[in-house]
Nanobody, 121 residues
């Protein structure tokens, strides 16, 4: 069974860059037709899809976050990463990584447990 685990700092200062890593076990991030997404949920709000990196390495970004977001991967470690630059308190959220197949859209078949990120000075 595929398992995903988010990791990264829980506190980031405004204007800095938020960096999170999702480590995948039980499956390869290069498996055909799998998409690996980042999703976040700000307090009191719904889920927001941030973007995804595909099995091929192609990346897809939410238009609202594209200018500040970057995805990458390390296939040797079976990890993919998220970076959000110039963060503000509005980026405070629980961040999840999730997988889907054969499209980058829901439903997601596997989720990480989520990690709380707070943006505050």
């Amino acid at each position: 069974q595929v398992q995903l685990q988010e990791s990264g700092p829980g506190l980031v200062k405004p204007s800095q860059t938020l960096s999170l890593t999702c480590t995948v076990s039980g499956g390869s991030i290069t498996t055909n037709y799998y998409y690996w997404s980042w999703i976040r949920q700000p307090p009191g709000k719904g889920l927001e899809w941030m973007g995804a990196i595909a099995y091929s390495g192609s990346t897809y970004y939410s238009p609202s976050l594209k200018s500040r977001t970057s995805f990458s991967r390390d296939t040797s470690k079976n990890q993919f990463t998220l970076q959000v630059s110039s963060v503000t308190p509005e980026d405070t959220a629980v961040y999840y990584c999730a997988s889907s197949v054969p499209k980058r859209l829901p439903p997601y078949d596997y989720w990480g447990q989520g990690t709380q990120v707070t943006v505050s000075s």
